[in-house]
């Protein structure tokens, strides 16, 4: 069949499954295009997407590089439905915020954030080898519940300086998060998350505002109310940057830790040649994170009028960044659809954004990455694929959500 853009459909399974066949079919076709998207929601259709689509390297790079012209958040924001509403009253965090105050922010969090993962290595080295020793008493384990997941998990509340006793909590609150962000999750699973985000907004109001449970010190809700409030950094605005912290600042290690090991599994060369390589490590991360990006898509909104690549664009339209599709494009990585982790531009990949919101938790994740990744492969040599793997079904993430591998 004739490839149509107009057909598109994000929730497509077989393009949630490998949305790259599509991606290079748009960067070929269609490479700015209006994605105007009918989804089937509790039995009816309902339009969730309406927003101009950039598939190719170069324009993606502009619009997140262009921070004045390309919003974080939109001019005017759309009242959204109730019970939703409600999310509109919580305080802006540094990851939706637009310059000038972005831009006041962000280097005291930069310069934070480098503090509270300084010897953030042997703590992950710790997690890493409790929960391999567990692992290796069977034959068969689900990697994401039994590694992926609980090794960045625990190692950024680590960095958050959260209290042990209240980490099972957090965490729960901010997978029910992850889950109702999907547009097709039934409406009790987004009411959940929407409930979960205001859970760990007064979490983190409490713990910032001298509760009787104590944050850790010299952790990030320590630094950002000792550090940051002193050089101006509103209350508020630490509470709501607390949340985007928890929420998405191990999401990128988890699904890089899963699919990253996926990819390599299917492709056995390349793990023989990182097992015999183990200084290749740090390159191989930026191949595996451009190969498949954890973040796929970026919002931004037109602060004027403007074009991209001809196409005329209105102030306040929508403009989503397509990094998965940057990243394979032809024009940029040589054999782009093909993993090789000796690629010599691999770390040219946007895979962490570009500009003044590259991702803020990116050290971190070269930082816990590497260590996850040299336990894995030392103490399960014998790693293996054992079942069928299960895509997460909202197309601004890639991972798959379970990897049954045999170890034994």
Not at 313 to 337: E, K
Request: proline letters at 9%; aromatic letters at 8%.
């Amino acid at each position: 069949m004739a490839f149509d853009p107009n057909r598109f459909n994000p929730h497509d399974p077989s393009y949630l499954a490998n949305p790259y066949p599509t991606y290079a079919l748009f960067r070929q076709q269609a490479p700015v295009h209006r994605v105007h998207a009918s989804v089937p929601v509790q039995g009816r259709d309902l339009t969730l997407y309406d927003s101009t689509w950039v598939f190719r390297y170069a324009d993606v790079k502009r619009v997140l590089e262009d921070s004045q012209l390309f919003l974080k958040s939109p001019p005017s924001p759309p009242a959204p439905p109730p019970p939703f509403d409600v999310l509109q009253n919580m305080p802006v965090g540094i990851f939706s915020m637009n310059p000038p105050r972005h831009n006041q922010l962000r280097p005291i969090l930069d310069e934070l954030f480098a503090v509270a993962i300084d010897k953030i290595d042997g703590v992950a080295q710790g997690i890493a080898s409790s929960l391999l020793d567990s692992a290796q008493s069977r034959q068969r384990i689900e990697l994401v519940s039994a590694y992926a997941n609980p090794l960045p998990a625990a190692v950024l509340q680590n960095v958050l300086g959260i209290p042990e006793r209240d980490w099972q909590g957090v965490q729960k609150w901010v997978e029910g998060v992850v889950a109702g962000h999907d547009y097709t999750a039934p409406v009790a699973a987004q009411m959940l998350g929407g409930t979960c985000a205001m859970a760990l907004g007064g979490y983190f109001q409490a713990l910032t505002r001298g509760c009787p449970v104590q944050a850790n010190k010299g952790g990030m809700v320590d630094l950002m109310v000792n550090q940051a409030e002193p050089q101006g950094m509103l209350r508020d605005e630490v509470q709501m940057t607390l949340v985007n912290l928890a929420v998405a600042g191990y999401l990128s290690s988890v699904f890089l830790l899963a699919t990253g090991t996926l990819n390599l599994l299917q492709n056995p060369a390349q793990l023989a040649l990182l097992r015999d390589h183990p200084e290749l490590m740090d390159n191989a991360i930026e191949e595996l994170l451009r190969y498949d990006a954890p973040a796929q898509l970026a919002d931004r909104y037109c602060a004027q009028a403007t074009e991209i690549a001809g196409v005329q664009l209105q102030a306040g339209d929508q403009v989503t960044a397509v990094l998965g599709s940057a990243n394979r494009d032809p024009q940029v990585f040589g054999d782009a659809d093909t993993l090789d982790i000796r690629r010599t531009n691999a770390a040219a990949h946007l895979g962490f954004g570009d500009g003044i919101h590259h991702c803020l938790g990116a050290p971190l994740v070269r930082r816990v990455a590497p260590v996850a990744f040299r336990a894995l492969l030392q103490r399960l040599p014998a790693l293996r694929l054992a079942g069928l793997p299960q895509w997460q079904t909202d197309p601004y993430l890639r991972s798959v959500v379970n990897l049954p591998v045999a170890i034994g």
